[in-house]
């Protein structure tokens, strides 16, 4: 599993998702399963897996784990195994015996519906997920108290409509998706001649690489990649963006998104991610050095840690043709929280609180090595549309060549350039 995949951080208005208001009442049985349960999990000792025998007729514990914190039990996870053979998780955390949050979760083969409590057992709110015909997650259903209201829905798998062909620098972007239906991105994206988006997701095998990651939970998806682009297409207007949502349940196919970057002819990759693992990153790797031609301009990561002792993923790779950028204060100082390298981190540029526009298309900032990176990107696209033949390594040594030397200790191989925007 990738353990830590996106460097960034992004202010808790950010991380807030929109609902719009969508009338319905959502099909009783889930709720009908799950009801029985609630008062149960709320009932003390919160360790005590017995409490859920005989809820419900045949259900059966298989699995229980408590984690303590400071000596003492602070976190339940209890798995029951239904008549029907759909699993029931339900997650108690109790840190110093007083209860903080619940969350229950019905699955069959696929997560199916979620409920979250609070820390005096009162509902939050509850999440269905709507499958399409082949099992591809298509939006999640949110509801009220009662699980039955419906108050909202968050789109996971949209069609994207058809535009105009923006024209320009054709750019790669390997995230967690990017909102293709609303303005501020739709306008810079790639087309075919007949208005078709021309992007890919390596997650759900399809052309749709929405901006949504599930892999830390599958009911409030995380969002990344239209930050990241906002920040590319402001700073080089000319971007034209393939989009690729990355393959993070097989993390082999990176081979393939790569591949197709270069089918698509894409010579700048943006590419704001890491984890700890390097063989997650092997595909990608062998893939990079394939394509010497391409360059990749990769996150160092925001772990407040040494790369060169602590390595992170693939920006500890050493490829050839990369440009790995951590995030600096305006004067030149690494910023709070981000990573370091004298060896593995070329440069330096400034990413703290950059504008940004989220996946709602909500304006707001954010900072951290993320949004470092789209800056470099852009100096790199303005580079190129100013000398078309280039490839790879000539932008790598023109971008290197514009790092300043950085005062004080050597956190970075080349230094840091002081405004991206400084340039072509």
């Known amino acids: 599993?990738?353990?830590?995949?996106?460097?960034?951080?992004?202010?808790?208005?950010?991380?807030?998702?929109?609902?719009?208001?969508?009338?319905?009442?959502?099909?009783?049985?889930?709720?009908?399963?799950?009801?029985?349960?609630?008062?149960?999990?709320?009932?003390?000792?919160?360790?005590?897996?017995?409490?859920?025998?005989?809820?419900?007729?045949?259900?059966?514990?298989?699995?229980?784990?408590?984690?303590?914190?400071?000596?003492?039990?602070?976190?339940?996870?209890?798995?029951?195994?239904?008549?029907?053979?759909?699993?029931?998780?339900?997650?108690?955390?109790?840190?110093?015996?007083?209860?903080?949050?619940?969350?229950i979760e019905l699955a069959d083969d696929k997560p199916l519906f979620s409920v979250s409590l609070n820390n005096v057992c009162k509902i939050n709110e509850a999440r269905e997920i709507v499958y399409d015909d082949v099992g591809r997650a298509q939006s999640i259903l949110v509801y009220k108290d009662d699980l039955v209201t419906r108050s909202g829905a968050i789109p996971l798998n949209p069609p994207a409509p058809n535009a105009a062909d923006p024209g320009g620098v054709t750019v790669g972007l390997i995230d967690s998706g990017v909102n293709y239906t609303i303005g501020p991105f739709k306008k810079r994206l790639a087309r075919t001649p007949d208005g078709k988006l021309i992007g890919r997701d390596f997650w759900d095998n399809d052309d749709l690489p929405f901006d949504a990651d599930t892999g830390r939970t599958p009911f409030f998806?995380?969002?990344?990649?239209?930050?990241?682009?906002?920040?590319?297409?402001?700073?080089?207007?000319?971007?034209?963006?393939?989009?690729?949502?990355?393959?993070?349940?097989?993390?082999?196919?990176?081979?393939?998104?790569?591949?197709?970057?270069?089918?698509?002819?894409?010579?700048?990759?943006?590419?704001?991610?890491?984890?700890?693992?390097?063989?997650?990153?092997?595909?990608?790797?062998?893939?990079?050095?394939?394509?010497?031609?391409?360059?990749?301009?990769?996150?160092?990561g925001n772990d407040g840690r040494d790369i060169d002792r602590e390595p992170v993923y693939p920006a500890a790779l050493q490829l050839p043709n990369a440009i790995v950028v951590t995030s600096s204060t305006p004067d030149g100082r690494l910023a709070q929280g981000s990573n370091w390298g004298a060896e593995s981190v070329d440069i330096m540029a400034p990413g703290e609180r950059v504008e940004v526009i989220d996946h709602r298309g909500v304006p707001g900032k954010a900072s951290g090595s993320s949004f470092a990176v789209p800056r470099i990107t852009a100096l790199a696209v303005r580079a190129?549309?100013?000398?078309?033949?280039?490839?790879?390594?000539?932008?790598?040594?023109?971008?290197?060549?514009?790092?300043?030397?950085?005062?004080?200790?050597?956190?970075?191989?080349?230094?840091?350039?002081?405004?991206?925007?400084d340039g072509p």
């Open 1 to 103: 599993m990738l353990r830590r995949f996106y460097q960034f951080r992004l202010p808790l208005a950010l991380a807030v998702l929109s609902m719009a208001a969508i009338p319905g009442v959502h099909a009783q049985e889930p709720v009908d399963t799950i009801r029985p349960f609630i008062s149960t999990a709320c009932s003390e000792p919160f360790s005590d897996p017995q409490r859920f025998r005989g809820v419900i007729d045949g259900a059966r514990i298989i699995a229980h784990d408590v984690d303590s914190f400071r000596g003492a039990p602070g976190r339940a996870k209890t798995v029951l195994l239904l008549s029907d053979g759909r699993k029931l998780d339900v997650s108690v955390l109790f840190p110093g015996g007083k209860l903080r949050k619940i969350a």
């Open 221 to 300: 998806p995380l969002h990344h990649g239209s930050a990241v682009m906002s920040v590319l297409i402001r700073e080089a207007a000319m971007a034209r963006v393939v989009p690729v949502r990355y393959p993070r349940p097989d993390m082999t196919k990176m081979a393939d998104a790569v591949g197709w970057l270069s089918d698509q002819n894409v010579r700048v990759v943006n590419l704001a991610m890491g984890s700890n693992s390097k063989g997650e990153w092997q595909a990608f790797h062998d893939a990079a050095r394939q394509h010497p031609r391409m360059l990749f301009i990769i996150s160092a």
């Open 384 to 421: 190129l549309a100013a000398n078309p033949d280039w490839h790879g390594p000539e932008l790598r040594d023109w971008v290197l060549k514009r790092a300043r030397p950085l005062a004080g200790e050597k956190v970075t191989r080349y230094g840091w350039i002081p405004d991206p925007l």
